[in-house]
């Protein structure tokens, strides 16, 4: 077996149940833990959320001369600040702005866009260009760099039922989790009698089982250690992984990443029901998160990040939209600016039918990693400049 395969089979949980063969629990290690008072939460909105029926140029006639069939009426819109409001359903998202809390990033994108669900998303997770394929994610290879001393499993948790490319690295730095209360950890012979095959590939394996192994009795140590949460969470599997999210923070985990994501924003067809469900799962989700860390005083600690691999085209189909560009993201917490940055969308100035992004979402990463992350994004070959006002 390659070492990639011995990768992929340590570094995975699915179903809540740690998927190793037998034979490799015969060797432990401490994992070198991850260790800061910081982390960074990502929420990926799968399918193309559409940017522009999320944060609203409500004042921009032609914005409803593109959408007469599924325009958010100017009197239901929440009004925020420079002529933007929010959708009807995003009452949690325009309270957290109210308090401060929330930055938008507007017309967020990178050159030369790919409309593809798959290939936008890989960009996206990789950190490339268009026109660039990297078999590691951004976040994978800077645990590859964090964690060269030592592998560690909980590195970054992914609250998800498939692994996310994002956090794929060189060594499996990341857990996939998909249901932390049935998740269950083997306890690994601690015999320092045992010696090593001799093999190089088994040997690695069996110390990445060992760490993987700790870094599953870790997880179950934050969740007993979690008080209550501080706010009642939704009733439905996206809420329930926030919760889980906020259970391992507040049980200090000591993750500095951990992301989960949520479907429903491929809105072709009957967009207005389908866009304002997505979006209020979306919003209670996230306000009883954010109510959780700032009632646990940790909200200045986490950051939460939001965004979706493209917007969707200005001009409607007549019962929706199709894959578009550039489209918002948020960041609430973290010591955030709460500030709008970037001018609204340009509706008189498009390309091809579609909006020019003005920020590269990498020099978000860049500014994330930077002054969240406290890492070096050139290390991983980001090279892009931190976006300017974001944080404080």
Not at 101 to 111: K, T, W
Not at 231 to 255: Q, V
Not at 281 to 297: H, L, P
Not at 341 to 363: E, T, Y
Request: charged share 20%; with cysteine.
């Amino acid at each position: 077996m390659d070492r990639r395969k011995f990768l992929t089979l340590t570094g995975t949980f699915t179903g809540g149940l740690l998927v190793l063969p037998d034979f490799l629990y015969s060797y432990s290690m401490q994992p070198g833990l991850v260790t800061g008072g910081e982390c960074v939460v990502f929420l990926q909105l799968n399918g193309g959320n559409d940017g522009l029926n999320t944060f609203i140029p409500y004042l921009d006639d032609r914005y409803y001369d593109a959408r007469r069939n599924i325009a958010i009426p100017k009197n239901e819109v929440i009004v925020s600040q420079n002529g933007m409001g929010f959708h009807p359903t995003l009452k949690g998202l325009s309270q957290i702005q109210q308090n401060g809390h929330l930055a938008v990033l507007q017309n967020v994108g990178y050159p030369h866009p790919v409309r593809s669900h798959f290939r936008s998303r890989e960009i996206w997770q990789t950190g490339s260009g268009s026109d660039e394929y990297i078999n590691e994610g951004w976040l994978g290879r800077y645990l590859d760099v964090q964690c060269k001393d030592h592998h560690n499993p909980i590195g970054a948790i992914n609250i998800d039922s498939i692994d996310n490319l994002a956090l794929r690295g060189f060594d499996p730095n990341s857990m996939t989790i998909r249901d932390p209360k049935v998740f269950q950890s083997r306890n690994v012979a601690s015999d320092d009698t045992i010696s090593l095959s001799g093999n190089p590939q088994l040997d690695f394996v069996r110390r990445l089982a060992g760490s993987v192994s700790e870094g599953a009795d870790d997880v179950q140590k934050a969740i007993a250690n979690a008080p209550q949460p501080d706010a009642s969470y939704p009733k439905n599997p996206f809420g329930k992984n926030l919760e889980w999210i906020a259970k391992l923070i507040k049980g200090k985990l000591n993750s500095r990443v951990y992301y989960t994501s949520i479907g429903g924003f491929d809105t072709h067809d009957t967009q207005i029901p389908l866009h304002r469900n997505a979006l209020k799962m979306v919003d209670d989700g996230v306000f009883s998160f954010y109510q959780d860390m700032k009632s646990a005083g940790l909200l200045s600690q986490i950051t939460l990040v939001i965004f979706s691999e493209f917007g969707r085209r200005v001009h409607d189909n007549g019962r929706g939209t199709d894959h578009g560009t550039a489209a918002p993201m948020f960041v609430i917490g973290g010591n955030n600016s709460g500030k709008i940055i970037g001018n609204n969308p340009d509706l008189a100035d498009l390309d091809n039918g579609d909006l020019k992004h003005s920020i590269d979402f990498r020099s978000v990463y860049s500014a994330i990693l930077k002054q969240k992350l406290q890492f070096d994004a050139s290390k991983i070959g980001i090279d892009n400049a931190s976006v300017k006002g974001l944080f404080e």
